[in-house]
């Protein structure tokens, strides 16, 4: 759909332009790109140590490399591995690291001993068969889980001696159908566990008992699961799409759909009132926790496969197809203070423009006030506005409640047409009001069968029954949904009808065609263009009579 023209926005200089900025969006953007490195390959997960000063660790292909952020180098490298690497979590204290990979085995390492022997691994378990794709440790840091490729849930003692498959888990869990790609063991309790797999499940675990407390279906294969603050809610990522669940009724509370892709990793900063969310759309985006309203978003060079913030804010990290982003935020100054601003309102640069003098010859000068129009002002449309913003359900609200009119159906149409592109028809057509359904169906039953239309709005008439088939309709709806199919089976009449006139029609051209032919091919060529041949008896016939009409009368008498 065209957007409308839009006028260059006037110039604020900077003292203007951060009254005009909550403070939160200024705290985000002092978040800026420190240093960029170049991994071998795909960066698989990135993990910051949650104690000073901040070490990054991070993953791509068979190597685990440990970058200190404070003078942006590598640290430590650890490469004996057999196969690729893919997960890493560090312990509350930030001593130990834990890794796993595509050889099943899960790892610890000792991050203070970085040199000489110490790059060997302290405790190797061999967890599964297939690849380990997340690693956690517990909170008091005395036992490690991993979620692997097998969909099972395996519980380890850090201080178990055994190595390798002499390692016997504490707990062992058939979690998942398909592959866990994701995981999160609660803060407040060692024994509540939750998981995610690409069988688009994200279930809650209670490890003593080996039960399921919860199970939701997120209709697209889960990349990451978080704990929001009071554990009372989950964040999940699945698709482009990321849902805030209660785990108490085990119902959505609200979708951010600010990506228009996958959405790969989730993490919260700022004491756990921002939640930062990243996608291979190449978007991190920073929304508050409390209204989950968007504060800050960042462009990326690549697609985001991981990110992670340190605990006091100040460093990012952004793992991006083969480079590894360091974020830092920047010092704070003076003219970004939004309150300082406010009280100081002396400090604002003056618009209105300086007194005009007129001097005229002969006359007395005088100061005379220069007035001119302002511009008008383009205003976007409502649901312009709210497209802008992914409200697809208002905007079937608003279309089909009976307030709103358009004079032209098109626009209506065009309107879906944005809708069913971005693949939200569903979901915005879920759950709405008796009278939008009754005149969502009346302007199909009008319009459905237009030629210019029929391609989106059989789209908008397929949504439609496949969200309320399983409902029970209101008498008004049901109405129009038998118009709707009366309506149909006449189209389908009409269309046998016209196909067998234009079978009809298509046995007499070729018929016609064979006659043609036949009758072609029995003249000859003589016959039409050949040179005229003239008869005795063709002149005798041309010849005028001697007698006149009066003979040729007696003659005819006479016979």
Same mark, same amino acid.
């Given at each position: 759909?065209a957007?409308?023209?839009?006028?260059?926005?006037?110039?604020?200089?900077?003292?203007?332009?951060?009254?005009?900025?909550?403070?939160?969006?200024?705290?985000?953007?002092?978040?800026?790109?420190?240093?960029?490195?170049?991994?071998?390959?795909?960066?698989?997960?990135?993990?910051?140590?949650?104690?000073?000063?901040?070490?990054?660790? +991070?993953?791509?292909?068979? @190597?685990?490399?440990?970058?200190?952020?404070?003078?942006?180098?590598?640290?430590?490298l650890?490469?004996?591995?057999?196969?690729?690497?893919?997960?890493?979590?560090?312990r509350?204290?930030?001593?130990?690291?834990?890794?796993?990979?595509?050889?099943?085995?899960?790892?610890?390492?000792?991050?203070?001993?970085?040199?000489?022997?110490?790059?060997?691994a302290?405790?190797?378990?061999q967890?599964?068969?297939?690849?380990?794709?997340?690693?956690?440790?517990?909170?008091?840091?005395?036992?490690?889980?991993?979620?692997?490729?097998?969909?099972?849930?395996?519980?380890?003692?850090?201080? !178990?001696?055994?190595?390798?498959?002499?390692?016997?888990?504490?707990?062992?869990?058939? =979690?998942?159908? !398909? =592959?866990?790609?994701?995981?999160a063991?609660?803060?407040?309790? !060692?024994h509540?566990? #939750?998981?995610?797999?690409?069988?688009?499940?994200?279930?809650?675990?209670?490890?003593?008992?080996?039960e399921?407390?919860?199970?939701?279906?997120?209709?697209?294969?889960?990349?990451?699961?978080?704990f929001?603050?009071?554990?009372?809610?989950?964040?999940?990522?699945?698709?482009p799409?990321?849902?805030?669940?209660? +785990?108490?009724?085990?119902?959505?509370?609200t979708?951010l759909?600010?990506?228009?892709?996958?959405?790969t990793? #989730?993490?919260?900063?700022?004491?756990?009132?921002?939640?930062?969310?990243?996608?291979?759309?190449?978007?991190?985006?920073?929304?508050?926790?409390?209204?989950?309203?968007?504060?800050?978003?960042?462009?990326?060079?690549?697609?985001?496969?991981?990110?992670?913030?340190?605990?006091?804010?100040?460093?990012?990290?952004?793992? /991006?197809?083969?480079?590894?982003? *360091?974020?830092?935020?920047a010092?704070?100054?003076?003219?970004?203070?939004?309150?300082?601003?406010i009280?100081?309102?002396?400090?604002?640069? @003056? +618009?209105?423009?300086?007194?005009v003098?007129?001097?005229?010859k002969?006359?007395?000068?005088?100061?005379?006030?220069?007035?001119?129009?302002?511009?008008d002002k383009l205003?976007?449309?409502k649901?312009?506005? /709210?497209?802008?913003?992914?409200?697809?359900?208002?905007?079937?609200?608003?279309l089909?409640?009976?307030?709103?009119?358009?004079?032209?159906?098109?626009?209506?149409?065009?309107?879906?047409?944005?809708?069913?592109?971005?693949?939200?028809?569903?979901?915005?057509?879920?759950?709405?009001?008796?009278?939008?359904?009754?005149?969502? #169906?009346?302007?199909?039953?009008?319009?459905?069968?237009?030629?210019?239309?029929?391609?989106?709005?059989?789209?908008?008439t397929?949504?439609?029954?496949?969200?309320?088939?399983?409902?029970?309709?209101?008498?008004?709806?049901?109405?129009?949904?038998?118009r709707l199919?009366?309506? #149909?089976s006449?189209?389908?009449?009409?269309?046998? /009808?016209?196909?067998?006139?234009?079978?009809?029609?298509?046995?007499?051209?070729?018929t016609?065609?064979i006659?043609?032919?036949?009758?072609? !091919?029995?003249?000859?060529d003589?016959?039409?263009?050949?040179?005229?041949?003239?008869?005795?008896?063709? *002149?005798?016939?041309?010849?005028?009579?001697?007698?006149?009409?009066e003979?040729?009368?007696?003659?005819?008498?006479?016979?």
């Amino acid at each position: 759909m065209a957007q409308p023209y839009l006028p260059a926005e006037k110039f604020l200089s900077r003292k203007q332009e951060t009254i005009l900025l909550d403070e939160d969006v200024v705290y985000w953007k002092r978040m800026q790109q420190l240093t960029v490195f170049q991994e071998p390959s795909v960066v698989s997960s990135v993990r910051i140590s949650p104690k000073k000063p901040f070490h990054v660790a +991070t993953t791509s292909s068979v @190597r685990l490399t440990l970058y200190d952020t404070v003078v942006c180098e590598p640290l430590n490298l650890f490469s004996r591995f057999k196969k690729g690497v893919c997960s890493i979590d560090f312990r509350h204290d930030g001593r130990l690291l834990a890794i796993g990979g595509d050889e099943g085995k899960v790892r610890i390492f000792d991050v203070e001993k970085t040199t000489g022997t110490s790059k060997v691994a302290l405790r190797v378990m061999q967890a599964s068969q297939s690849t380990v794709k997340s690693v956690h440790f517990s909170p008091r840091g005395d036992t490690i889980f991993s979620l692997a490729d097998d969909g099972k849930i395996k519980q380890y003692r850090v201080a !178990d001696t055994a190595y390798g498959v002499n390692a016997v888990p504490l707990i062992e869990i058939q =979690a998942h159908d !398909d =592959a866990i790609r994701c995981g999160a063991v609660s803060s407040l309790n !060692d024994h509540i566990v #939750l998981t995610g797999g690409y069988d688009h499940k994200v279930r809650l675990w209670d490890i003593r008992s080996k039960e399921k407390t919860m199970e939701l279906n997120c209709e697209h294969p889960v990349e990451s699961v978080l704990f929001l603050p009071g554990e009372q809610l989950i964040a999940t990522a699945a698709g482009p799409i990321v849902k805030i669940w209660d +785990t108490t009724t085990g119902r959505p509370l609200t979708a951010l759909q600010a990506h228009y892709k996958t959405v790969t990793s #989730l993490r919260l900063a700022t004491n756990s009132t921002c939640l930062l969310t990243a996608g291979i759309d190449r978007r991190v985006n920073a929304f508050r926790t409390t209204n989950y309203s968007l504060i800050h978003s960042w462009s990326m060079p690549s697609p985001v496969l991981d990110i992670d913030v340190s605990r006091d804010d100040q460093t990012m990290a952004v793992g /991006m197809g083969n480079l590894l982003a *360091l974020y830092r935020r920047a010092e704070i100054k003076k003219e970004t203070t939004a309150t300082a601003m406010i009280e100081d309102k002396r400090s604002l640069v @003056r +618009t209105s423009a300086p007194p005009v003098k007129l001097a005229e010859k002969d006359r007395i000068t005088k100061k005379v006030e220069v007035v001119a129009k302002n511009a008008d002002k383009l205003k976007i449309p409502k649901i312009d506005g /709210m497209l802008s913003n992914f409200k697809h359900s208002a905007v079937i609200r608003l279309l089909f409640s009976g307030k709103f009119r358009s004079s032209v159906d098109a626009a209506v149409v065009s309107y879906l047409r944005v809708i069913v592109m971005r693949g939200a028809i569903h979901r915005a057509l879920a759950g709405q009001e008796t009278i939008v359904q009754k005149n969502l #169906l009346i302007f199909l039953n009008h319009h459905l069968f237009r030629t210019e239309y029929f391609s989106i709005l059989k789209d908008v008439t397929i949504a439609f029954f496949d969200v309320y088939a399983s409902d029970k309709l209101h008498r008004d709806v049901f109405k129009q949904v038998q118009r709707l199919r009366v309506t #149909l089976s006449r189209e389908l009449e009409v269309q046998k /009808m016209i196909s067998s006139l234009i079978g009809s029609v298509d046995l007499i051209v070729s018929t016609t065609k064979i006659n043609i032919k036949s009758t072609a !091919d029995l003249i000859e060529d003589n016959d039409v263009f050949g040179e005229p041949t003239i008869r005795a008896r063709d *002149l005798d016939e041309l010849k005028p009579s001697e007698g006149g009409p009066e003979v040729e009368e007696e003659a005819m008498q006479t016979n």
